[in-house]
């Protein structure tokens, strides 16, 4: 039987080449791209007339073609915009104790792409990382430009906000406000499953995990006192880098956008 060709109405479209823009972005406007993302649209091959998709985290996604390849970078003409809402109705801020370089990237990329709104490293008792400020800075921009990388490959347009590292003193002396609280914890006996859900009205979710140590009791303790249900995922002993995207995928199954 020969194959019918594909209604182009309803047969899967090439996605444009999507781009991160750390400025304003407005429909009919030039705009030369910074070097980093010129060279990446040479990477890709790219030629003038080429559509592009850029977002620089205002919850729109603009296309725009592709007009110069210049000595000074890729110059973009912005075509059109759409408001594309891909963000979840459940607010998530996972605060994840530091872990090393690798797996905090990791979670770092995977929580962007699961939906997360925030992310609060915080520098626990047992983290193995320890930064000096000078490091920290470097660190916390790199964390900041995963995040960014992960919107582009997941076309959120929403750039969850990755916020300084902080001892954990410091995050339990200010503790970010959320309807449900959860901190995990394998001894726990509360399952994921057995929360009560937040309320319509407010569906903000702060989830505390570990580093690769897990947490000191006096830790736990503190955060028991400020109002966290410490929770387990199942019978086993999940890593650090893990146990936040199984239960993220888990509470986004149950309250949000899944």
Known sequence: ???????????????????????????????????????????????????????NGDGVEYGAELIELAKRGAIVQIRDAIA?????????TLAQGVCAADRMDWVIQKATELGV???????????????????QERRETHWQNVA??????????????????????????????????IALDPTARTLVR?????????????????????LAQDERALLADRGFT?????????RTETAPLAVIATLQALWGDC
């Open 1 to 55: 039987m020969q194959e019918q060709p594909s209604d182009p109405l309803t047969a899967p479209q090439p996605r444009a080449p999507r781009f991160h823009v750390a400025a304003r972005l407005h429909v009919n406007t030039t705009l030369t791209l910074d070097a980093p993302t010129s060279r990446h649209v040479q990477a890709l091959r790219l030629r003038r007339g080429d559509r592009v998709s850029l977002f």
């Open 84 to 92: 594309h809402d891909t963000e979840s109705p459940l607010s998530i």
């Open 117 to 135: 709104a925030c992310i609060a490293p915080v520098i626990t008792s047992r983290s193995i990382v320890r930064l000096s400020s000078e490091r």
């Open 148 to 181: 960014i990388a992960a919107c582009e490959q997941s076309r959120r347009n929403r750039i969850p906000e990755v916020l300084v590292a902080q001892r954990f003193e410091q995050f339990i002396g200010a503790v970010p406000d959320a309807a449900v609280r």
């Open 194 to 214: 057995d929360l009560k859900p937040p309320a319509e009205s407010d569906r903000r979710v702060l989830l505390f995990v570990g580093p690769e140590g897990g």
């Open 230 to 238: 410490s929770v387990r995922f199942g019978p086993r002993i999940l």
